[in-house]
């Protein structure tokens, strides 16, 4: 079967950096996903990898290695309101979404 | 509009009455998604469309029904309401390139 694993929880410090990992198992890799969404809120597009690599985008970057199913999202100078769950989401090779169950972030003053 | 609506925000339903979950995008995207949310479950896809009058099945299809009418259009009913349908229901929207999914706010449903 089809499987995306995450951490379910982790913690962090304002002002610090944290990375969340996700590894897939999937049937073909056509791009990975991260969302972030905020509690009772919908999700919302982070970041997309499709290459090997690390693609960067102001405090937040997203590395991908398809030889090793793995993904990671770096959160950089951390603020309050990055408290959020991160989500990470594989296409396979027949353009379906597959979800992980998501991390939800706490950032600690 | 901008992006894609929802409604209702949220509705409190008794069991076995029917429901229809609107949703409507204005980015004239082909694909469309219906996800629920559930705590420590992830989203899970209820149905999808990839085009105006095409459907199929997702993880979890049963005791729902979708219909795509048109490309800016796609409710989702459920026929016989139940509680184990209490959710957050999420409708989606994809572009074409990357694949990259638009969501619409969310309707929070509780049956009873």
């Known amino acids: 079967g089809q499987n995306i694993d995450q951490p379910t929880e982790m913690t962090a410090t304002e002002g610090a950096i944290v990375q969340i990992n996700c590894t897939y198992q999937t049937s073909g890799f056509n791009g990975l996903f991260w969302y972030q969404q905020h509690a009772g809120e919908a999700p919302t597009f982070l970041s997309y990898n499709v290459l090997d690599g690390l693609e960067e985008k102001g405090r937040f970057s997203s590395f991908l290695s398809r030889s090793k199913g793995y993904s990671y999202l770096l959160l950089k100078e951390l603020q309050m309101k990055d408290s959020a769950s991160y989500l990470c989401a594989v296409r396979d090779s027949n353009y379906q979404l597959i979800w992980g169950a998501g991390t939800k972030l706490i950032i600690k003053p | 509009i901008a992006g894609i609506t929802q409604a209702p925000t949220s509705q409190i339903l008794a069991a076995g009455r029917r429901m229809t979950l609107r949703c409507t995008q204005d980015m004239r995207h082909n694909a469309m998604y219906w996800y629920r949310q559930d705590l420590g479950l992830g989203l899970r896809l209820i149905h999808y469309?990839?085009?105006?009058?095409?459907?199929g099945k997702g993880e979890v299809p049963d005791g729902y029904s979708v219909s795509r009418a048109n490309t800016d259009d796609f409710p989702l009913t459920l026929a016989s309401a139940v509680p184990s349908q209490t959710s957050v229901y999420f409708c989606a929207s994809s572009d074409s390139d990357r694949g990259l999914m638009y969501f619409g706010p969310g309707t929070r449903l509780t049956v009873l």
């Open positions: 469309s990839n085009t105006a009058g095409t459907t």
